[in-house]
């Protein structure tokens, strides 16, 4: 089942609604700045493994500077956990998956499992 925002009409009416957006003077830089908070995201976690020695960083954060980078990996997990259900992902968060394995990401804590996707190394 294809997800419904690669449908031909939806995509269609999101482009129209991006030039009407840049038209009026708005900024249509909504998916960049989600990569630059990603980006954000994971050279936070590469301080956090180097002050730590590994990339398992707790949900819940006391510590003020990885409070944001808990919720993060949470959120990644879930994206990785929804991909091994089945859930077709872009070619971008494949990559992302690829990135956070290479510097010792565990998708998997405890007793979680994944049943076996591994198209995106």
């Known amino acids: 089942k294809e997800p419904l925002n690669n449908h031909p009409d939806v995509q269609l009416r999101l482009r129209e609604r991006m030039k009407m ?61 929804r991909f091994c259900d089945g859930e077709r992902v872009s070619e971008e968060l494949r990559s992302r998956f690829r990135r956070l394995m290479d510097v010792g990401f565990n998708f998997v804590i405890g007793s979680g499992r994944c049943k076996g996707r591994a198209e995106h190394r």
């Open 21 to 81: 957006l840049k038209s009026i003077g708005l900024d249509s830089s909504l998916g960049q700045d989600r990569r630059a908070k990603w980006e954000e995201q994971f050279a936070l976690l590469l301080r956090y493994r180097e002050a730590y020695g590994h990339c398992d960083v707790p949900t819940i954060y006391t510590n003020e500077e990885y409070r944001s980078l808990g919720r993060w990996v949470s959120s990644q997990r879930m994206n990785h956990r």
